[in-house]
């Protein structure tokens, strides 16, 4: 584990709208959690974070970005991206019938601790941020 583990670090990575960025991004998160020693995490770090920046890149048309944080055993994951209009509420996971639509936030909420989105307003740009997060116990 590297030195000072409990100490807080946060990363942005900034995407563009391409579904590319999707394992970009995941592949990223992989790379950050193995560095900081939360390997317990990965893979569900990855599911989310895929759901969450997938959702940004296909239902938005401006740039991205995954936000990754780690701070009193709590890992947030939260995805940015220029659209203002709340997202979709998620349905139960036994109610989808479509295996690609309109799973991504109900895995989410059932697979993350908390969950949540807010909006976005700096400098006249506007935009969400929806996140999620992972206890590390």
């Known amino acids: ?3 000072n583990g409990n100490a807080p670090w ?8 391409d579904v590319r960025a999707v394992t970009v991004s995941r ?3 992989r790379l950050i ?3 900081h020693g939360l390997i317990r995490l990965v893979d569900m770090a990855e599911l989310l974070a895929t759901e969450l920046v997938s959702n940004a890149v296909r239902h938005t048309k401006g740039p991205a970005a995954l936000r990754v944080r780690w701070s009193a055993g709590v890992l947030r994951i939260g995805a940015w991206d220029a659209d203002p209009e709340p997202p979709e509420p998620p349905a139960p996971l036994d109610r989808l019938t479509d295996a690609e639509d309109g799973r991504g936030l109900a895995l989410v909420r059932a697979c993350a ?3 949540g989105w807010q909006p976005l307003s ?13 206890a590390a116990a």
């Open 10 to 17: 946060e990363y942005t990575l900034y995407i563009p709208n």
């Open 27 to 29: 592949r990223t998160l």
């Open 33 to 35: 959690l193995t560095l």
């Open 1 to 3: 584990m590297p030195e």
């Open 122 to 134: 700096r400098g006249g740009n506007r935009g969400k941020y929806v996140w999620c997060e992972l």
């Open 113 to 115: 601790d908390l969950w």
